[in-house]
Each structure stands twice: as C-alpha cells, then as structure tokens.
C-alpha cells in the first residue's frame, strides 16, 4: 500500500455551475456516478493515456460556502497547465476570480491560485525552469 492520493472531491452548492466551470477551463468531464445522494466523476484525463495524474468526484456541498479571505480548511488541488496566460484567461471568462496572482517559483515554474464558482479554492502551475 502506498500513501498517495487517488481520490478527490470538489463540494459545490450548485454543481452544473461548477461543472459547466471546470469543463470550459480545464475540458474536464463529469459522468453521472450516483443520483441518490447525486454524485458526479470527475474525469481529467482518459484512463489510459499517456498523461498522470488523478481523477476525483463532484457533489452537492452540505453546509455554508466559504466565505471570502477565509483560511484555506481543506487540502488545495492544484492543476499543471501547458500555457499558464490562456488558462487564466478561460478562468476569469468562466466566472473565477484570482486569489494569488501569478508569480515565479524561481528556476521552477509559475505558479498562482483561483477561486471557482462555488468559493473553492484550487492551484495553476506551469513548469518552466526560466521562471523568475
């Protein structure tokens, strides 16, 4: 047994919002896994492909959204990009907000956070070893 994750979940109030959200931005997919309590995958890549990474779920969130500047109470899920500008870009068009502005991890990449339609809170990172 390993100590990896394998597994996440996005809580939403309104989750075809964040749905229709996370698909313009990132292409993601949401297949229908439960309807009672409703329950969605959520799908970042086809299984089988050449890319890593983990796939999780989506449902309805139980209990108030959080609010504005609060601290972060949940761990962060953060998404490398290819391109960080135009994701930034599909983001603020979807209905994010930036939360840190961009900025370089120096000799590393760029990186920045967001928040989505639901008040969640989730990373952009972009490799690149010129980043200053």
């Not at 931005?25 to 086809?46: L, R």
């Not at 761990?75 to 930036?98: K, L």
Request: charge should be negative; charged fraction near 20%.
């Amino acid at each position: 047994m390993s100590n990896r994750v394998i597994h996440f979940e996005i809580h939403a109030a309104d989750p075809q919002r964040a749905m229709d959200f996370y698909r313009s931005v990132f292409g993601w997919k949401f297949p229908k896994w439960m309807t009672t309590p409703p329950y969605w995958g959520v799908v970042t890549a086809e299984e089988g492909g050449q890319e890593r990474g983990i796939n999780g779920g989506m449902l309805i969130r139980v209990g108030a959204e959080p609010a504005p500047g609060a601290a972060v109470n949940a761990w962060v899920c953060t998404v490398q990009v290819d391109a960080y500008d135009p994701v930034h870009e599909r983001i603020m068009a979807a209905g994010g907000s930036v939360a840190m502005e961009k900025h370089a991890i120096p000799g590393m990449a760029w990186q920045g956070y967001y928040t989505d339609t639901e008040g969640n809170l989730f990373g952009v990172h972009q490799p690149d070893t010129e980043a200053k």
